[in-house]
């Protein structure tokens, strides 16, 4: 990986001795979650860990039986079922007095929609499990369908048309559970990515992580400006990487742009160099309302904690 | 050793207790549970339970229920669960995943029929879905057996020649919520019986993915190994059951059944309790001086094809009798156990008892005069009797 993009971690004693993403790997270049992959390697350092994986990109990424490119235990799940199989490999670890952190890895369609119920289901029960989303906002696997995660104005392969609806707040989702961690992570952020993930994996009970994870094949953009777009997402507003505890205080370390001017030009900027938004005329001014009316609940709710 | 009356929900969770507690120097044992009528009371005993290194997850669907012992499982502890009908439908997905990653899960199944409209009673349509599945299934005719065939599927699953989940069934009420009296074995028999799981493929620290990609020729292998798995069970079985006779004190069933089969040239094939209802026939008819016998088929997967093949070999006249229907062409049980007949006896297929229909002696007798009159073998003959 690209030493400044992980702020010079490489090679230092923050390197697990086996990576969790080996080389041989079947992902895409460009690919968010390969970076996802890299800065959980480097957050789990000398942690076992064991992973639950459904049937996504994610599964594909190690390649083909007999061999694996994940250098970590992990046992493929059906595709809603990630943490209610990595519920019966935690229990098991606790009977057991073994320190394993277990870990969900699940795209957004495993998250959002058909995985939803048995990720709240777990959530509500306060599994000891750390949920990781890496969110491509579309069924990447399948090639490109719409999901629930995907935002106002996007086209998929089944929305020709852009899609019609705001994505959704799938954060506000989990905080409602009142688990003991909620974050979305910026892969544009290195060093606060892996802290909060370090954090998330030494913490008990439920914990969710959610990444904004570019896919340049479905967003229709170039493989090297994946951490780019993120940083667009968040200067602009649509992305908001925030921290919420026990589902009630509320912690913003990352920004936006202070200016609405200057959230505008992100946000006109991120539209720009995105296929999928060029296609068909995003409304900027309703998805910049939405972006507003969402931080506003954001603001209060970190004046409320 | 205690006598108890009990019923058949209760033996099962009675049983999964004690082969739980077994596995205490193992991994420990738990599962997911869900409820769904007429197995809930199985999961709410089971739930009253206390267990040393162990707990029962109560999740939110079937589909977690089952995932929730897939991980266990993996993880290598003893895991159970249970359900029914459209429980099971829902589950399904998973039903397959725990088989193919060869995870001796062990579940108890109530038979009861597919909705909507909805119908709680009994029939065996919603497990033969699962026929293909890669499970070994179990279908019982009392409680006493329903108690006893979850030691056995353990014994079975987790041998590993083996190494294959497996579901035991028993029929909606009729054993269900019905009470009988069981014989529970103290639990340091059933520790003697049921040695502390060793999952050799548990997933532990060594980076390794379970479950991955597998291209056509993985996928070939993969299958003839499960296959020759299942190829292994009538062995394994017939060892497990010198094992239990030895420490418990009496044999579980054969897979196959027979009822006086010696010199039967009429047999009536059936499953689950209707097989009680044959055998009243079966007395009645040999006090008329016919030669009719009964045949039950516990064991369905795998099918016992050798076995029916040599209890059928003398019968010239064959009555299958099926609690289920695979709509558009007949009885499940039938469209098997009919290629175990031999060439030139009539073979007749009864469907009967659909969606709890009451079976009667008088019904199957009446079938039993329909199968001595006929010349030749019909289509499949749906009898209504509700």
Not at chain 2, 72 to 81: D, E, K, N, V, Y
Not at chain 2, 167 to 191: G, K, N, R, W, Y
Not at chain 2, 211 to 238: C, I, K, N, S
Not at chain 2, 345 to 371: C, E, F, K, M, T
């Amino acid at each position: 990986m690209d030493h400044k993009l992980l702020d010079g971690m490489v090679g230092t004693e923050q390197d697990r001795r086996e990576p969790l993403l080996r080389p041989g790997n079947s992902n895409c270049g460009g690919c968010g979650m390969s970076l996802s992959l890299n800065m959980l390697s480097r957050a789990v350092r000398e942690l076992p860990i064991q992973m639950a994986i459904p049937a996504c990109c994610g599964i594909v990424t190690p390649g083909q039986y007999p061999f694996s490119a994940f250098g970590a235990p992990v046992v493929a799940s059906t595709f809603a079922a990630s943490a209610a199989v990595a519920t019966g490999l935690s229990r098991v670890a606790e009977w057991n007095g073994e320190s394993t952190r277990v870990i969900a890895f699940a795209g957004d369609g495993g998250t959002y929609d058909i995985g939803l119920a048995t990720l709240s289901a777990a959530a509500e029960r306060n599994e000891d499990l750390l949920y990781i989303c890496y969110d491509n906002e579309i069924y990447g696997n399948t090639g490109g369908q719409r999901s629930s995660a995907t935002p106002l104005g996007a086209t998929t392969t089944t929305t020709p048309s852009g899609k019609l609806r705001l994505k959704k707040d799938i954060m506000g989702i989990m905080a409602a559970h009142r688990i003991p961690y909620a974050a979305s992570l910026s892969v544009g952020h290195a060093e606060d990515m892996v802290a909060k993930i370090r954090f998330a994996l030494e913490l008990t009970g439920f914990r969710f992580l959610h990444i904004l994870s570019p896919c340049p094949v479905g967003w229709k953009s170039e493989a090297a400006e994946g951490v780019e777009l993120v940083r667009l997402a968040i200067r602009s507003g649509l992305f908001p990487v925030y921290e919420v505890f026990d589902g009630e205080r509320t912690l913003i370390r990352i920004e936006p742009e202070p200016s609405r001017e200057g959230r505008r030009e992100a946000l006109e900027a991120y539209f720009g160099k995105q296929g999928r938004f060029r296609k068909n005329e995003v409304n900027v001014d309703e998805v910049e309302r939405a972006i507003e009316d969402q931080w506003a609940r954001l603001r209060r709710q970190v004046a409320a904690s | 050793m205690s006598l108890e009356l009990l019923s058949a929900n209760h033996a099962a969770a009675l049983a999964a207790t004690l082969a739980g507690k077994a596995n205490v120097k193992g991994r420990g044992f738990g599962g997911g549970v869900y409820p769904i009528t007429p197995q809930s009371e199985c999961v709410e005993l089971l739930c009253r339970q206390e267990f040393e290194k162990g707990a029962l997850v109560r999740v939110e669907s079937e589909h977690s229920a089952m995932g929730v012992c897939i991980g266990m499982a993996q993880a290598g502890a003893r895991s159970f669960t249970a359900s029914s009908s459209n429980g099971l439908a829902y589950m399904t997905e998973n039903v397959f995943a725990a088989s193919f990653l060869r995870l001796p899960i062990v579940m108890m199944a109530v038979n009861r029929t597919l909705g909507p409209p909805w119908n709680i009673w009994v029939d065996h349509g919603d497990t033969l879905m699962l026929r293909d599945s890669g499970w070994i299934q179990f279908y019982c005719e009392d409680n006493q057996e329903v108690f006893d065939s979850i030691l056995m599927a353990y014994r079975v699953a987790e041998d590993h020649r083996v190494l294959v989940p497996a579901m035991v069934c028993q029929d909606a009420f009729v054993l269900s919520h019905t009470m009988m009296q069981i014989d529970l074995p103290e639990q340091a028999a059933v520790d003697r019986f049921l040695p502390v799981l060793d999952l050799p493929h548990r997933l532990a620290e060594r980076p390794v993915t379970i479950g991955g990609l597998d291209h056509a020729h993985e996928t070939e292998v993969h299958r003839r190994q499960h296959a020759e798995a299942l190829e292994q069970v009538p062995l394994v079985y017939a060892e497990a059951q010198d094992a239990f006779a030895e420490i418990f004190g009496r044999r579980p069933a054969d897979p196959v059944v027979p009822y006086r089969m010696e010199d039967a040239e009429i047999a009536l094939v059936s499953m689950g309790t209707t097989a009680s209802t044959v055998k009243a026939v079966v007395d009645d008819a040999r006090r008329r001086g016919l030669p009719v016998g009964g045949l039950r088929v516990r064991m369905f997967r795998p099918f016992p094809e050798p076995v029916l093949r040599a209890e059928l070999s003398n019968c010239a006249r064959i009555g299958i009798l099926d609690r289920d229907i695979s709509l558009g062409h007949g009885g499940v049980l039938w469209s098997e156990v009919r290629g175990a007949a031999p060439r030139d006896a009539i073979v007749q297929n009864y469907i009967l008892g659909l969606g709890g229909g009451d079976v009667r002696p008088s019904h199957v007798s009446d079938l039993l005069d329909d199968l001595l009159r006929r010349r030749e073998s019909g289509v499949p003959d749906l009898v209504e009797v509700a």
